[in-house]
């Protein structure tokens, strides 16, 4: 390990398991893809069930793991849509990340009481969708009154899966490019994010020059948590990917794949202008550990704080690659879901509190409380731009946003195996090709194993 890389303790314990199986990290990183009942492929009408005739239950209950600290705004809306509807939610923590909900929603399917709504993360909600337990939402939503048209298209599309769709947006968030705008006027450079990564290589060595003693022009987010989500961007903006758009067809290991790869190792190794964020790059940021890096719109507002009077945060969409500069945005965050196992008069119920929770007022209100991007095309913003202008750019950017590698969000356990192959590539200057040939091997074997014999 060099003296400018890191690892989180987290990360290095990934490391240490390099020998690992697929089966193993599938076991230790949340619910299988079997249910308990031991049923195969989903297969359903795509549309779902028929709510003719049905009235909707007069009380449900929510599990979510309050994302972004987004209980309490989430307690007002619930009141909000009891008194304008009279159907009573109870809001349940049943955990405190999505892992842990996962965990619960999976033993309830095996005889414990279900809930009438789930919180449904972007790399969660398939595993419900092959065991079967979700149900498709196109009837349920029609018979709320929920438009899904209004929905932004990248977004919903984020939920579709075999020409149905699975869950709706509600806590959704993007990465940014957040830079040190004194950094970068020190460095002589223009005010704005670089249009593409190879931009940056030419700005990064300015940057170095003026950066202080321990400091990077750019850090990498944090592997354990960040490297299969964000490094999708440069994947994409180099032609290649973890997989093939809308395919699990695996490409981590192409060409284009490594090259992308290649650039993010010369990055730390060869050019010495970027390190690897221990825990959170956005901090490091803030910390003056680094002057550029790339995180969550979520963590806008807790950067803004955390630099008042030190310094100007910038904020601009992702740079793009050799190959394609837009749109190389990936989404990413949760939505909500119904279980199958419920009444249709609960179901009915909880789509019409879906549909509310995420209606063009709630996601404002949400918007504003917790720093996600409002899911709806016709909310009004007016009140969030007034309050912080830089959060117009994370909003503009939804425009150009692309649905995740299905490698990334549909297969159990590629999030671990895609750390441990960055972070050997990054912090051991390990061969790229072999390092994605052998992630290669370890994604197909969890998709031939985990996800295809529940396919339909």
Known sequence: MTTHSYLSRRSLLGLAGLGVGAAALSACGGPSTTSG????????????PSFDGVQ????????????????????????????????????????STYEEVAQKFQAAQAGGQLPDVVVFSD???????TQNSIIPLANALKAAGVDPTDYRDGLYADYQYAGAQWAVPWARSTPLFYYNKSDWKKAGLPDRAPKTWAEFAEWAPKLQAVAGAGQHAYEHPALADYAGWTLQNILWGYGGGWSKKDSF?????????VAALQYVQDSVYKGKW????????????AAGACSATIGSTGSLVGIQKAVAGKFQVGVGFLPGGPVSQSPVCPTGGAGVGIPKGIKPENQLAAAKFIGYLTNPESTVAFSQATGYMPVRKSADTSS??????????????????????????????????????????VTQQADVKQAMSSLKGTLEQIYTTQVKPHLA
């Not at 007069?58 to 849509?81: D, L, M, Y």
């Not at 790399?123 to 419900?128: A, D, H, K």
């Open 56 to 95: 909707p239950a007069k009380q449900i209950t929510f599990w979510s793991n309050h994302p972004g600290n987004s209980e309490a705004v989430t307690r007002q809306i619930i009141q909000k849509f009891t008194a304008s509807t009279g159907i009573t939610v109870n809001l349940v923590t049943a955990g």
């Open 123 to 129: 790399v969660w909600w398939f595993r419900y969708y």
């Open 274 to 285: 970027a390190g690897v964020s221990n825990k959170s790059a956005t901090d490091d940021l």
């Open 37 to 48: 009942s031991g049923s195969g492929a989903a297969s359903t009408d795509p549309n779902g």
């Open 384 to 425: 969030l731009l007034a309050a912080n202008p830089l959060i117009g750019t994370a909003i503009k950017q939804l425009d150009v946003t692309r649905t995740q590698d299905y490698a990334r969000v549909f297969l159990p356990g590629a999030d671990q195996e895609m750390a441990k192959s960055v972070a050997q590539i």
């Open 249 to 257: 067809d695996i490409t981590c290991d192409t060409d284009q794949s």
